[in-house]
């Protein structure tokens, strides 16, 4: 594709999918943006008058929304701590030569491969039920009583449940990065006087530096968009205790049948994403030049 | 003081036996050369010395010390990898800085040691870029200037050379020299090239298979080889070997003798043979030759020598050059029978 001939054929030749591609996009976006124009409740779909940013107005102003988007980055934010921090421990355990690492591996990533309204429902009633649930049985075999957890700490159990199903997918980024890490980078560094946690700051954790962005870029990206595991526990309460933007845009369309002041939301939610990639981008960008 | 000293030194990686038990003595100050054919044992000896690897057996003891159990940062030595292994995220003066900042030691101090170090090895206009904006040589460079600023007891290299083209190769190994000749420090230098052994060392250990085969200077080795494998490894092109009739007329069950100490002619001597490829270096030909039993030897002559392919030759040991060796292989020092009649043929 060096010279103009090959470069104008080749654009000739991408044009039908980039069109199909643009149209995939753009008329789902352009239908919410124009639903979100609109006073459009399914209690009364024959009239559907224009009401230009009444709807963002409503959304933006309800006390639910501000509780949501704090919901949302505490949710965010909690889990890519979680699964870094722990995924790197992890990984660096799985690093070593060791007894059935092969085994381990495969347990470590299995909670990949369930389903998140599955993994969910699991947590839920086998691990979290004060009653039934594991961790129950296991504080008050020790005498510290229980906690419901999905009543009492109800934002801090929809973490913990994300995360389980997101470290699997954290540590098999890194392992491989601290794979690729030369033996001779760290045994020059022994040989350098470096300890355990000099090696660790100055040698190991630069080298996996870019292997960290691609994790945070990857599960931010989905995790602005957690909605299975709320639906199934909590169901975005107690309150809105748990509700986050994807859960809100959900509640405003189908338990208030309010389609218009839905896409209005879901506007806001694809603008937040929006701020959200151009900051992690261009945190990728510099990580990648160096 | 700090010499090395290794005791019945073993190692073995589960079932599989690499260093029998080797004992050896290296004076303070040294260039020693370790060489042997490609994995003899020579890196693992290095990482045994440098405490990379621990040993199985004997004991390894540093300027009177013992290290056997010392971890590799408290033997005082330095080590340069074959693949420099630089920290590729660090600048060329972080690089080189790293151990004094790992030994605590103030910025200030660092930075001018630093300096120091890079204005020894021209890499001052360096200092600030990465390791990948370095050529093969500069790297090379940065890896023997984190060495140096710790001011180790000694040296060890790993074959640092071996990723240079020849040009580079021949300069670095004067540079190596020069370094020892100046820091006077003892130094290590593991590689598998006779040549970098023969030209750089004070005193070389030829390795086998985890075996010394014989400790010695470079000319000893070359004068005075103890057993066939060091003849056959030490010098270039290799010694010739001839077993049978010829070999048994002088005592032994193969005689051996270089191709710079052997004389070929068109019209008579010791060894006949028939002309291969000659291969001319302008100052120097190698013939090489198809004696009638079918072994391969080689002569060196004058750069003009013009001898065909097929051309019938003889071959003439110069006197006092000829090296005996007996059936296990090891040299026979006392005097040969003498010579019976030249020309003798096979
Ligand atoms: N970590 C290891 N585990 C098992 N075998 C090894 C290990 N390191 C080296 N060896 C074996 O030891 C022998 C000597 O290796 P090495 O010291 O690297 O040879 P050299 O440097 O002389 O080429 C080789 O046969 C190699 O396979
Ligand atoms: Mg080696």
Redesign the pocket.
């Known amino acids: 594709m060096a010279t103009t001939n090959t470069q104008a054929t080749a654009r000739v030749m991408m044009a039908p999918s980039v069109i199909i591609l643009l149209l995939w996009m753009i008329v789902p976006l352009a239908m919410t943006i124009y639903f979100s124009t609109l006073n459009y409740n399914l209690f009364n779909p024959a009239e559907t008058p224009f009401i230009g940013f009444l709807n963002y107005e409503y959304f933006l102003t309800d006390p639910a929304f501000l509780t949501a988007l704090t919901n949302t980055l505490i949710l965010v934010l909690g889990v890519l701590a979680i699964t870094v921090i722990g995924g790197i421990l992890l990984a660096l355990l799985l690093d070593q030569a060791m007894w059935g690492a092969g085994i381990v591996r495969l347990l470590v990533i299995a909670p990949f491969f369930v389903m998140p309204t599955v993994s969910a429902l699991v947590w839920k009633n086998m691990m979290m039920n004060p009653v039934y649930g594991l961790i129950g049985q296991f504080t008050r075999a020790l005498g510290l009583g229980t906690v419901d957890w999905l009543s009492q700490v109800p934002l801090l159990s929809i973490i913990i449940i994300v995360s389980w199903e997101w470290l699997p997918f954290a540590v098999l980024i890194l392992l491989t990065a601290l794979q690729s890490l030369s033996e001779d980078q760290k045994e020059a560094a022994e040989m350098d006087g470096a300890g355990f946690l000099s090696i660790f700051w100055y040698i190991t954790l630069p080298h996996i530096a870019r292997a960290i962005t691609v994790v945070i870029l990857i599960e931010t990206i989905f995790l602005l968009s957690i909605f299975a595991e709320i639906y199934v526990t909590t169901g975005g309460g107690p309150g809105n205790a748990t509700t986050n933007i994807p859960y809100l845009v959900y509640a405003q369309a189908l338990l208030q049948f309010d389609v218009g002041g839905a896409s209005a939301g879901g506007i806001v939610a694809v603008i937040l994403a929006n701020i959200v990639a151009f900051f992690l981008v261009r945190l990728v960008g510099k990580n990648l030049e160096t | 003081m700090s010499g090395i000293q290794l005791r019945n030194v073993a190692k073995r990686?589960?079932d599989?036996e690499?260093i029998p038990g080797i004992d050896l003595d290296i004076q303070d100050g040294e260039f020693v050369v370790f060489v042997?054919?490609?994995?003899?044992?020579?890196?693992?000896?290095?990482?045994l010395i440098a405490g990379l690897?621990d040993v199985s057996g004997g004991t390894i003891s540093i300027g009177g010390k013992d290290v056997t159990d010392a971890a590799p940062a408290r033997r005082g030595l330095a080590m340069v990898f074959q693949s420099y292994a630089l920290y590729p995220h660090m600048s060329v003066a972080a690089n080189i800085g790293f151990p004094l900042k790992m030994a605590g030691q103030s910025k200030a101090a660092i930075d001018q040691k630093v300096k120091a170090a890079a204005a020894t090895l021209n890499l001052t206009d360096y200092l600030a870029r990465k390791p990948r904006e370095l050529s093969g040589g500069q790297r090379q460079r940065v890896a023997i200037g984190r060495a140096i600023v710790r001011e180790p007891e000694g040296f060890l290299f790993?074959?640092p050379l071996s990723n240079l083209d020849a040009a580079l190769r021949v300069n670095m190994r004067l540079e190596l020299s020069e370094l020892h000749a100046q820091l006077k420090t003892t130094m290590i230098y593991?590689t598998?090239d006779q040549v970098e052994a023969m030209t750089m060392a004070d005193k070389i250990v030829v390795?086998n298979r985890?075996r010394v085969e014989q400790v010695g200077s470079p000319l000893d080795l070359y004068n005075h080889p103890d057993n066939l494998f060091v003849a056959g490894f030490i010098g270039s092109p290799k010694m010739n070997f001839i077993k049978g009739a010829y070999a048994k007329e002088h005592g032994a069950a193969t005689v051996g003798f270089r191709p710079e100490h052997t004389t070929l002619s068109k019209e008579s001597g010791a060894i006949k043979g028939v002309a291969g490829v000659s291969e001319h270096l302008g100052s120097d030909t190698f013939v090489h030759v198809k004696l009638e039993d079918g072994t391969q030897v080689t002569a060196r002559c004058a750069g003009e020598m013009a001898v065909r392919h097929g051309d019938t030759v003889w071959l003439t040991p110069e006197d006092g050059r000829l090296h005996r060796f007996d059936e296990k292989g090891l040299a026979m020092r006392e005097a040969a029978p003498k010579l019976r009649a030249a020309g003798s043929g096979l």
């Open positions: 990686f589960g599989a690499v042997g054919p490609s994995g003899c044992g020579k890196s693992t000896l290095l990482r690897e790993d074959e593991v598998h390795l985890g």
